[in-house]
Each structure stands twice: as C-alpha cells, then as structure tokens.
C-alpha cells in the first residue's frame, strides 16, 4: 500500500521539487496550495503524513496545525513544519500545538528534509 504524504505549500517550486523528491521514494505526495484546502484535503484522504508550511494565504500553518489537532479524525497524523518562518516562538507554538518536529527550509537540504519524513513514514 502507497504513504501518502500531504504537503500544503503555496510555493509552486516547492512543490514540483518534492514531489520529483518523494517520487524517488515511492510515496503518493498530494498538494495543497492553502491552509483552507490542506484541511480538507487531510479530512478526505486521512494522509499517513502532513509537510506543513507556516507563511501562507489566508489561514497560517499554525492555524492549520490548531485545527487539525482539534479534530478527532485528523489528530492522529503527524505534522512536520517546513517553513522559512525560523523565530523561537513559532517554533514553541508549533511544537505546543502537536508537532512532531519544526524543519527550518534554509538548514535542510531537500534530501535532508526527505530523509526525516522517511524516518516518520517508518513509524505510522
């Protein structure tokens, strides 16, 4: 059975990079280009991963991470943070809000960023 890893990105670029990255490793990766549509989307198809900017249109990261730890069908699947946002209060509320871990895009290599998902694929 194929992971799936829901990676909701505004960035274009961001996404065409992983998904040619996540391809390397046999994993279905869905995009959402706002925090509106990762919500439903992580309602809908119950990924066994979540890759979650902070910075976006319309509704945060963080909004996004409240929301999906405040329901019982989304709260079980672990959220990384990839974003550029890199102050130690996001980082806090990140990880006080459900976090799993807070990847800061400029300190990971996209292989690096690739290599911790697939340690938290492994687990679920």
């Known amino acids: 059975m194929t992971q799936v890893i829901l990676l909701i990105e505004d960035d274009p670029y961001v996404q ?7 391809g390397h ?6 995009f959402a280009s706002d925090g509106k549509e990762g919500l ?9 991963l979540i890759l979650l900017d902070i ?4 509704m945060s990261g963080l ?4 929301k999906l730890k405040m329901s019982h ?5 672990p959220v990384l943070i990839l974003s550029n946002l890199a102050g ?8 006080r809000l459900g ?26």
């Open 63 to 66: 909004e996004v991470l409240e």
């Open 88 to 95: 130690e209060d996001t980082i806090e509320d990140a990880k």
């Open 55 to 58: 910075l976006m249109p319309g």
């Open 16 to 22: 065409r990079m992983y998904k040619r990255m996540f």
């Open 73 to 77: 069908e989304t709260q079980p699947i």
């Open 25 to 30: 490793e046999h994993y279905e990766l869905v």
């Open 99 to 124: 976090a799993e871990e807070y990847m800061v895009k400029a300190d990971f290599s996209p292989q690096q960023v690739v290599d911790e998902v697939s340690k938290y694929m492994k687990k679920v």
């Open 40 to 48: 439903e989307l992580a309602q809908r198809i119950k990924p066994n």
